[in-house]
């Protein structure tokens, strides 16, 4: 894996069912290497639904493959949210490749039965 001077990767997780921010959701994220999965960071969302700082930025931003895992249940239950059991969105896992020397954004609009992501900006 070569290192991407100057990228970043950042998230955001906004809760659809309420209109707001998902504030304190864990997430972890993971570096993917052939079968090899790698625990990078695991935190938690502020009042806004993002993290106080980058997933990955500096030397730790490298190119390569990438799993961001939303802790969505623990979340839901959380706000007092009703959940089956075992509930349809409990992890959310997100992956996503990294191929330049660039800001990656991965949002996160969740709600118990649904969720979406795209890259953003």
Known sequence: ????????LTTHVLDTATGR??????????????????????VNTNLD???????????????GHYEIVFRAG???RS?????AEPP?????PIRFGIAEHRHYHVPLLL???????????
Request: with cysteine.
């Open 111 to 121: 709600s118990p039965y649904g969720y979406s992501t795209y890259r953003g900006s």
């Open 88 to 92: 349809f969105l409990d992890e959310v």
């Open 1 to 8: 894996m070569s290192t991407a001077q100057g990228g970043r």
């Open 49 to 63: 639904g993002r993290c106080d700082a980058p997933l990955l930025e500096g030397d730790d931003f490298r190119i």
């Open 79 to 83: 706000r007092g949210t009703s959940l």
């Open 21 to 42: 921010p998902a504030d304190g959701l864990a997430l972890s994220l993971y570096r993917l290497e052939g079968d090899t999965r790698t625990l990078l960071k695991t």
């Open 74 to 76: 623990d979340y839901l």
